[in-house]
């Protein structure tokens, strides 16, 4: 079975850090390019931070660049997403998302169930 | 930054109905990188629509997609109770990689 799950959200208080992983399993993880989007309560789908297939490049967006660090590590079919310095506002569901970067879809074929990360005092 | 403007925000329709969402870019898109997505409350959001037009794996064919330029749109035929979800279009680009439009909301009327 095709699947990614998250791990490693939490509650954290502002200025604090956590480390999301994402654990791929039921395809080749390595022919994936693969990102981080989040989802604020009530809110709609925002693309986080990216990587591509092999890891030579990274990619971020502007309301996260500087303080979360995207890596992967195809040896343990795992993504990773290190959240430093932490503000309130990035209180949201982090979903891990792929593309088969073969296929040329351009577009996240496959999702994990989200993981919560609250921030707050 | 390219920024995707859906519409609109709410749509009320019947099962039966034909629903028509509306994606609209502040700058040309090229079609190879539009997609859409649906999202049912508590769950992840699933792919429905590549390349402005392809259907992912495993879509219905009542799930079309058109458009080109700054206009796109996602078209359901002929809705089933299972469709009302809010849906999502994205774009390829390059700063930022990805962007999302703001949503559309289906509920059943």
Aim: aromatic share 10%; glycine share 10%.
């Amino acid at each position: 079975e095709v699947q990614l799950v998250e791990s490693g959200g939490g509650l954290v208080q502002p200025g604090g850090s956590l480390r999301l992983s994402c654990a791929a399993s039921g395809f080749t993880f390595s022919d994936y390019a693969m990102s981080w989007v989040r989802q604020a309560p009530g809110k709609g789908l925002e693309w986080v931070s990216a990587i591509s297939a092999g890891g030579t490049s990274t990619y971020y967006a502007d309301s996260v660049k500087g303080r979360l660090t995207i890596s992967r590590d195809d040896s343990k079919n795992t993504l990773y997403l290190q959240m430093n310095s932490l503000r309130v506002d990035d209180t949201a569901v982090y979903y891990c998302a792929g593309r088969v970067v073969a296929a040329k879809t351009y577009a996240f074929d496959i999702w994990g169930q989200g993981t919560m990360v609250t921030v707050s005092s | 930054e390219i920024v995707l403007t859906q519409s609109p925000g709410t749509l009320s329709l019947s099962p039966g109905q034909r629903a028509t969402l509306s994606c609209r870019a502040s700058q040309s898109v090229s079609s190879t990188y539009l997609a859409w997505f649906q999202q049912k409350p508590g769950q992840s959001p699933r792919l429905l629509i590549y390349g402005a037009s392809s259907r992912a794996t495993g879509i219905p064919d009542r799930f079309s997609g058109s458009g080109s330029g700054t206009d796109f749109t996602l078209t359901i035929s002929r809705l089933e109770p299972e469709d009302f979800a809010v849906y999502y279009c994205q774009q390829y680009g390059s700063s930022p990689l990805y962007t999302f439009g703001q949503g559309t909301k289906l509920e059943i009327k």
